[in-house]
Each structure stands twice: as structure tokens, then as C-alpha cells.
Nanobody, 119 residues
Framework: QVQLVESGGGLVQSGGSLRLSCAAS????????IGWFRQAPEKEREFVAS????????RYADSVKGRFTISRDNAKNTVYLQMTSLKPEDTAVYYC????????????WGQGTQVTVSS
């Protein structure tokens, strides 16, 4: 089992920045990929970014490339999502999730953190 707890959400003005954190606990993580997803009201959940627990192969959705950066601190068992140049359309509940590297489906999910960007 993997437990994931997000933090760092809040209200920010358009053009501002926020850093989300995803603290992981439970089983060992070396074979996991951690992803960030988001879901806006009345929209489907969408992929934002991902990073393997071992390695540097990060991936981003086109909508956030150049503005968001995913990183991890293995010593703290934490994955971060640095968000800059935020736009109102980035408003959503942000979730972190984990999948085993050899599987496509994310099996473990956090409870989510709200990000609201005002115009």
C-alpha cells in the first residue's frame, strides 16, 4: 500500500505561483511513477505531469509545459509540482497518484488539494 497526501493548494491571482507537495508513505517506492492530475468542475480528470521515483523521465501535459515543473525529494519521500504563470483555467482540484512502473493504471490516489486562480 502507498499513502499519498497532497498539500499546498490555495487561492492565487492570475500570473502567480504555487507549489504543491505530495508526501508518500507505505511500501518502497523505487518501482513507482508519481503523477499529478487535476479535475475542474464539470470536467473530466486530466493528466498534468509525472516523474518516476527512480530516474529523470518527466512528462507534462501540453497545457502546462514551460509553466509547471515536477520534481521529487527522495530523502523526504515527497514529490512537488511547482506551478508558475498560473491561469484561471488552471483552477481545479489537484491530485497526486502512484502507479507501478510496469502498469499503465494509477492505483493509489491522494485526497486532492484545491487550486483556485483568480483573474
Amino acid at each position: 500500500q502507498v499513502q499519498l497526501v497532497e498539500s499546498g493548494g490555495g487561492l492565487v491571482q492570475s500570473g502567480g505561483s504555487l507549489r504543491l507537495s505530495c508526501a508518500a508513505s507505505g511500501r518502497t517506492f523505487s518501482d513507482l511513477v508519481i503523477g499529478w492530475f487535476r479535475q475542474a468542475p464539470e470536467k473530466e480528470r486530466e493528466f498534468v505531469a509525472s516523474i518516476p521515483w527512480s530516474g529523470t523521465n518527466t512528462r507534462y501535459a501540453d497545457s502546462v509545459k514551460g509553466r509547471f515543473t515536477i520534481s521529487r525529494d527522495n530523502a523526504k519521500n515527497t514529490v512537488y509540482l511547482q506551478m508558475t504563470s498560473l491561469k484561471p483555467e488552471d483552477t481545479a482540484v489537484y491530485y497526486c497518484a502512484a502507479r507501478i512502473v510496469t502498469f499503465a493504471d494509477y492505483r493509489y490516489w491522494g485526497q486532492g488539494t484545491q487550486v483556485t486562480v483568480s483573474s
